[in-house]
Antibody, heavy 112, light 112 residues
Framework: EVQLVESGGGLVQPGASLKLSCVAS????????MSWVRQTPGKTMEWIGD????????NYAPSLKNRFTISRDNAKSTLYLQMSNVRSEDTATYYC?????WGQGTLVTVSS | DIVMTQGALPNPVPSGESASITCQSS???????????LNWYLQRPGQSPQLLIY???TRASGVSDRFSGSGSGTDFTLKISSVEAEDVGVYYC?????????FGGGTKLELK
């Protein structure tokens, strides 16, 4: 059974950095592109970016490219999202996805 | 970016009736390979999104045949025949033809 389990969310102050993790199981992680998507409190879905199966290539939403970095550790079957200089508008639930499969999400709240 | 625009439903929908959700893209999602790069998701209350349809009309594994997708290159419809209680939630369309991937704003289905 495919499972994606995100962690690392919480309350963070504006301007801080935060790293989210997503541990995958139930499939060969190193064979698949993986993505991050976020959902705002108003339920808007925003695609953040994705990463090639070997970690050699990434794509990002242009508005987030300068502050967010996606990486992976195939030996640990783990996907990461490094967020820097966070803003109030980054408040959202963050999901890692493998096409048809989504994790349960981790909530990030940016507030002073 | 490709803009995805979803229509609203005349809620609530009577149980057992059919419902059609529309989605329009600002650019054709028809690839030269003949496939149309459109997904449909359902997010039930309190849950992560679930993939229903990909390639515009292909049902994902385990999805009820009450769900069907159709359309052209820019206008799409998700039809739900005989709406049931488990169909309640918000439906999203998403294009995966180009980067950045983009979602529609969501269409809420409520049951009468």
């Amino acid at each position: 059974e495919v499972q994606l389990v995100e962690s690392g969310g919480g309350l963070v102050q504006p301007g801080a950095s935060l790293k989210l993790s997503c541990v995958a199981s139930g499939f060969t992680f190193s064979d698949y592109w993986m993505s991050w998507v976020r959902q705002t409190p108003g339920k808007t879905m925003e695609w953040i970016g994705d990463i090639k199966y070997d970690g050699s290539y990434t794509n990002y939403a242009p508005s987030l490219k300068n502050r967010f970095t996606i990486s992976r550790d195939n030996a640990k079957s783990t996907l990461y999202l490094q967020m820097s200089n966070v803003r109030s508008e980054d408040t959202a639930t963050y999901y890692c996805t493998k096409f048809a499969y989504w994790g349960q999400g981790t909530l990030v709240t940016v507030s002073s | 970016d490709i803009v995805m625009t979803q229509g609203a439903l005349p809620n609530p929908v009577p149980s057992g009736e059919s419902a059609s959700i529309t989605c329009q893209s600002s650019k054709s999602l028809l690839h030269s390979n003949g496939k149309t790069y459109l997904n449909w998701y359902l997010q039930r209350p309190g849950q992560s999104p679930q993939l229903l349809i990909y390639w515009m009309s292909t049902r994902a594994s385990g999805v009820s045949d009450r769900f069907s997708g159709s359309g052209s290159g820019t206008d799409f419809t998700l039809k739900i025949s005989s709406v049931e209680a488990e169909d309640v939630g918000v439906y999203y369309c998403q294009q995966f033809l180009e980067y950045p991937r983009t979602f529609g704003g969501g269409t809420k289905l409520e049951l009468k």
